[in-house]
């Protein structure tokens, strides 16, 4: 139990510490699967208002819909290797 402890502690750590530098964002994570928030357009969209919701048209959503997905079952056919680790995510006593 402590060592998965540890292997969260880091990382948190490490994503504290991209955090700090800023590198935190979704386009620095790989997250560029949809729309991203712009700072500076939402700034200048707002300029001047006392609030940033005055004008603003309705919402639109940009998801897909996952009513197709099957759902999923409780079998596990394998155990999956962590890509940092390469080892079995599975500490269980005789488990590689």
Do not use: C, H, I
């Not at 964002?25 to 928030?37: H, I, R, T």
């Not at 609030?51 to 897909?64: E, F, L, M, Q, R």
């Amino acid at each position: 139990m402590n060592y998965v402890t540890a292997e969260r502690d880091a990382y948190v750590a490490g994503f504290t510490l991209l955090a700090a530098m800023g590198r935190a964002e979704a386009k620095d994570l790989g997250l560029e699967g949809g729309p991203l928030y712009d700072p500076a357009a939402n700034y200048k969209r707002v300029r001047g208002r006392w609030n940033d919701w005055a004008d603003d048209k309705t919402p639109t959503g940009t998801s897909t819909s996952t009513s197709g997905t099957p759902a999923q079952g409780a079998t596990v056919t394998s155990t999956p290797l962590d890509p940092l680790l390469q080892r079995s995510v599975d500490t269980t006593p005789g488990n590689p």
